[in-house]
């Protein structure tokens, strides 16, 4: 038992780690394309930053966010609107990611490491229907507080997509592919929700006009 929460904790720092790795290699490249960038080139270096930036948000554990921030930092409000569709798009693909993960491999994975409660939830999660399932949820948890955000999930994504720090458990791209893997969120309110949740800062920039 002790062995097995060991290995989980280093294969948690690892991806956290990771994460911070890539971002880190991601900003290196937006101060080294900004830098590059002259005259009728501009355009094409933050089209080509800001995918770099979609793909690596996609990814769990990369702080994402800050990583949109530092683009906006740099380019201004020009950027602004592209920032935000390219984050959409980024959590958007993490959530395909997570409907696609087949439910079998997570089963087989929760029972090598003996967490056979959660390995079975998983195994009715493949084909109950998302109302059923919540139901069942309902019925086996307890806790107030969990209920809540089961009963206001799509408000705690929104939440949680814009706390700081939020890197910890997954980032962005972590917990869309959390989202898609639950089957509790379905697409149409999960893309209202990003669309909602991702808005304040890249279309407060682009209204406000901000230039570097």
Known sequence: MKQR???LVLFYLGLMGLGWLISGFVSQAIDMKAAAGQGGNMMWMMMTVCMIYMFASAI???PGAEIGLALIAVFGARVALLVYVCMICALSLSYLLGRLVPAAWLS???NSLRFHKA???VEEM?????????AQLRAQVKNRVLLALLGYRYIALAVALNVPGNTVVGGGGGLALLAGMSRLFSPLWFILTLLIAVAPIPLTVFMMGYQP
């Open 108 to 110: 087989r994975a929760f």
């Open 60 to 62: 769990p554990f990369v």
């Open 126 to 134: 493949r084909t109950a229907a998302p109302g059923v399932l919540e």
């Open 119 to 121: 390995a079975a939830l």
């Open 5 to 7: 929460w060991i290995l």
